[in-house]
């Protein structure tokens, strides 16, 4: 049950917690970790006990933060959630492309996470549209130590 103090807190989605259950929660922000998964910044509202000036003991909703996997989260018909703040996308450009250096056969660029070590040479941030575009073409390869392929696949 909603308390009409939280209502323009932020938008409500629908989690799924680990044993089953659901909740509905307000959505605070996404941040997309390191890895390329999502993840939803949320508040349920649970009941926290309160005293009163006058010594009465009430039961109150409490905002608890919690964060959970954009999987476990689902949106709720008519709520707006264009103004959730998000983290971690830069602008979307969660990819890079390394040059490599010029052979007669062999690919002449690498594609890398966003925080791969292994790109060394100049290099150039992409978004994933344009990393699953990448990925097809026969002048860039995968990096082997990231894997970028193996996260574009669960996208």
């Not at 009430?58 to 608890?64: F, I, L, S």
């Not at 264009?82 to 492309?97: D, F, I, L, S």
């Amino acid at each position: 049950m909603q308390d009409d103090r939280y209502v323009t807190a932020g938008p409500w989605a629908r989690v799924s917690l680990p044993d089953g259950q659901q909740l509905d929660a307000v959505v605070t922000g996404r941040t997309r970790t390191p890895d390329g998964q999502w993840w939803y910044e949320l508040e349920a509202l649970l009941t926290a006990r309160s005293t009163l000036g006058d010594g009465r003991v009430v039961a109150e909703p409490t905002p608890v933060a919690f964060s959970a996997p954009a999987g476990h989260v689902a949106p709720i018909p008519g709520e707006d959630y264009r103004a959730v703040p998000t983290h971690g996308a830069v602008a979307g450009r969660q990819w890079q492309v390394e040059n490599l250096r010029r052979t007669l056969d062999g690919p002449t660029r690498r594609l890398h996470r966003r925080d791969c070590w292994q790109a060394r040479t100049a290099h150039e941030r992409v978004t994933t549209r344009e990393a699953y575009a990448l990925l097809a073409d026969p002048d860039v390869e995968p990096c082997d130590t990231c894997h970028p392929e193996r996260a574009l696949r669960r996208g």
